[in-house]
């Protein structure tokens, strides 16, 4: 096992601390000998702050100066350094230290200073400025005295009466004399606004530099901290044996998501305002037609006598069609699965399959594409495509309760379809964690659609930069 330094980063309140915890021991003698992960030594101004049952992740030092620390950051007007000389003590015995950071530029240093021993993972949980809201009042919660209650009640009361008279510039009025005196009562809620601000905004600084993030460390589920755990412990077992090309200058991404991921919202705008930069690789599948399907690209073979013909690939011959016709995949379409989703014991599922020739044309002329298949197809894609494949695991930003009421909501007139599609997210995702070394990057899709694309063009202009084609050097 080659030994790597392991940051972990993201915003506040994803995880971080606890995954640092439960995955990384703090002597060298408690280490657990198939990861060998401890703690990196971190330097701070700020006293130790050592909650029950917990370690702080810092040294205490009376200042951090020029000259005495190889990296500096300063976060809350609290200066942090970080020597290297330890780090890299460390690395030479084998073991793989931890550190959390949270400033990018840092981070980039110690990957300029350590190369590929420098392995960045964002800890990426459920948590949104709503929740961290409903949280903090949870636990913090809120007694106004009787004097205060007084003065809100008449806030709500005269908000209440101008939205009756439809009075909106007094409504407004209103609210901001309200949300002054709110914050002032609730003393935490000026602090929670502020997290929940910097949540948005390290999300940003993600899409910026999706790239730079070697892995995506996933905390959807509630209450389980063990699969933050699993994720990492499953990329430092199989950091030696997933050889990432470096030549991948012309990708061809394969994204692999759950049902209700945004798969379809993906390629759909792709090919409307990607056109220029990348292909949408078609798919085929053994089932009806949906409306949706024009949304992807998907060619849907089975359809009824009276159904219009499906609009095939315009590289598609005419013998080609007819096989489409006939409900078959034609020869070409030689890279063939099958996706399932279950429930009541019932295993139920569709047939997809997407062209080689295509994909090997696209290659040829120089145009970067993207299609969507399942993990289990991954060996093949980086068989036949060493430096082109690009493995993508696209993952919406809900937790598990969510998606849970998300489906019954979408799904109350067929409980059964539901609980199957509950149950394929599930299964989705535990498949990413056993898998999670084998995936590039990841797309975080966000109640913002644009952050979705951002992401994307962040991507396909990072494999430009490395010497691909220009964009739409060949598209039309």
Same mark, same amino acid.
């Given at each position: 096992?080659?030994?790597?330094?392991?940051i972990?980063?993201?915003?506040?309140?994803?995880?971080?601390?606890?995954?640092?915890?439960?995955?990384a021991?703090?002597? @060298?003698?408690?280490?657990?000998?198939?990861?060998?992960?401890?703690?990196?030594?971190?330097?701070?101004?700020?006293?130790?702050?050592?909650?029950q049952?917990?370690?702080?992740?810092?040294?205490?030092?009376?200042? =951090?100066?020029?000259?005495?620390?190889?990296?500096?950051?300063?976060?809350?007007?609290?200066?942090?350094?970080?020597?290297?000389?330890?780090?890299?003590?460390?690395?030479?015995?084998?073991?793989?230290?931890f550190?959390?950071?949270?400033?990018?530029?840092?981070i980039?240093?110690?990957?300029d200073?350590l190369?590929?021993q420098?392995?960045?993972?964002?800890v990426s949980?459920?948590i949104?400025?709503?929740?961290?809201?409903?949280?903090?009042?949870?636990?913090l919660g809120?007694?106004?005295?009787?004097?205060?209650?007084?003065?809100?009640?008449?806030?709500?009361?005269?908000?209440?009466?101008?939205?009756?008279?439809?009075?909106?510039?007094?409504?407004?009025?209103c609210?901001?004399?309200?949300?002054?005196?709110?914050?002032?009562?609730?003393?935490d809620?000026?602090?929670?606004?502020?997290?929940?601000?910097?949540?948005?905004?390290?999300?940003?600084?993600?899409?910026?530099?999706?790239h730079?993030?070697?892995?995506?460390?996933?905390?959807?589920?509630?209450?389980?901290?063990?699969?933050?755990t699993a994720?990492?412990?499953?990329?430092?077992?199989?950091?030696?044996?997933?050889?990432?090309?470096?030549r991948?200058?012309?990708?061809?991404?394969?994204?692999?998501?759950?049902?209700?991921?945004?798969?379809?919202?993906?390629?759909?705008?792709?090919?409307?305002?990607?056109?220029?930069?990348?292909r949408?690789?078609?798919?085929?599948?053994k089932?009806?037609?949906?409306e949706?399907?024009?949304r992807?690209?998907?060619?849907?073979?089975?359809?009824?006598?009276?159904?219009?013909?499906?609009?095939?690939?315009?590289?598609?011959?005419?013998?080609?069609?007819?096989?489409?016709?006939?409900?078959?995949?034609?020869?070409?379409?030689?890279?063939?699965?099958?996706?399932?989703?279950?429930?009541?014991?019932?295993?139920?599922?569709?047939?997809?399959?997407?062209?080689?020739?295509?994909?090997?044309?696209? =290659?040829?002329?120089?145009?970067?594409?993207?299609f969507?298949?399942?993990?289990e197809?991954?060996?093949?894609?980086r068989?036949?495509w060493?430096?082109?494949? =690009?493995?993508?695991?696209l993952?919406?930003?809900v937790?598990?309760?969510?998606?849970?009421?998300f489906q019954?909501?979408k799904?109350?007139?067929?409980?059964?379809e539901?609980?199957?599609?509950?149950?394929?997210?599930?299964k989705?995702? =535990?498949?990413?964690?056993r898998n999670?070394?084998?995936?590039?990057?990841?797309?975080?899709?966000?109640?913002y @659609?644009e952050?979705?694309?951002?992401?994307?063009?962040?991507?396909?202009?990072?494999?430009?930069?490395r010497?691909?084609?220009?964009?739409?050097?060949?598209?039309p």
């Amino acid at each position: 096992m080659t030994p790597r330094l392991y940051i972990l980063t993201g915003a506040s309140g994803c995880g971080k601390t606890t995954l640092l915890n439960n995955i990384a021991a703090l002597q @060298e003698e408690e280490v657990d000998p198939e990861i060998m992960a401890i703690r990196a030594p971190k330097f701070s101004e700020r006293q130790v702050r050592a909650k029950q049952g917990e370690v702080d992740d810092v040294t205490h030092v009376a200042s =951090v100066r020029l000259g005495e620390f190889d990296a500096a950051y300063v976060i809350n007007n609290v200066k942090y350094g970080i020597k290297l000389e330890p780090i890299r003590r460390l690395l030479e015995k084998g073991l793989n230290p931890f550190i959390i950071l949270s400033d990018l530029r840092v981070i980039r240093q110690l990957k300029d200073f350590l190369g590929a021993q420098a392995v960045v993972l964002y800890v990426s949980s459920a948590i949104d400025a709503d929740r961290l809201r409903r949280i903090q009042f949870e636990r913090l919660g809120f007694r106004p005295t009787e004097q205060q209650k007084a003065v809100l009640a008449y806030h709500f009361a005269r908000t209440s009466a101008a939205a009756r008279l439809e009075w909106w510039d007094r409504v407004s009025e209103c609210m901001s004399e309200l949300e002054a005196d709110w914050h002032a009562y609730a003393t935490d809620a000026r602090s929670t606004e502020i997290r929940a601000q910097k949540i948005r905004a390290f999300h940003i600084r993600y899409i910026e530099y999706v790239h730079m993030f070697d892995h995506v460390v996933l905390n959807y589920s509630e209450d389980r901290p063990d699969e933050m755990t699993a994720q990492v412990r499953n990329i430092i077992k199989e950091s030696d044996t997933i050889q990432r090309s470096t030549r991948r200058h012309l990708p061809v991404f394969v994204v692999a998501a759950a049902s209700g991921a945004g798969k379809g919202t993906l390629m759909e705008m792709l090919d409307l305002i990607g056109r220029d930069r990348v292909r949408v690789t078609s798919k085929l599948a053994k089932r009806a037609a949906k409306e949706e399907d024009r949304r992807d690209g998907m060619i849907a073979l089975t359809r009824a006598s009276d159904d219009p013909a499906p609009e095939w690939p315009a590289w598609w011959t005419t013998d080609m069609r007819g096989h489409g016709n006939r409900g078959e995949f034609p020869p070409e379409y030689d890279l063939q699965w099958q996706f399932h989703k279950g429930h009541g014991g019932e295993a139920r599922g569709t047939f997809y399959a997407v062209s080689s020739v295509e994909i090997q044309h696209n =290659v040829d002329a120089g145009n970067p594409q993207i299609f969507v298949s399942n993990m289990e197809q991954f060996s093949v894609f980086r068989r036949m495509w060493p430096d082109n494949a =690009v493995f993508v695991y696209l993952h919406r930003l809900v937790s598990s309760h969510e998606n849970r009421q998300f489906q019954m909501r979408k799904w109350q007139n067929d409980p059964g379809e539901a609980e199957a599609r509950i149950a394929e997210r599930q299964k989705v995702h =535990v498949d990413y964690i056993r898998n999670i070394a084998q995936f590039d990057h990841v797309l975080l899709n966000t109640a913002y @659609e644009e952050d979705l694309y951002d992401q994307m063009f962040r991507l396909l202009e990072f494999y430009r930069q490395r010497g691909g084609p220009e964009p739409g050097r060949n598209l039309p």
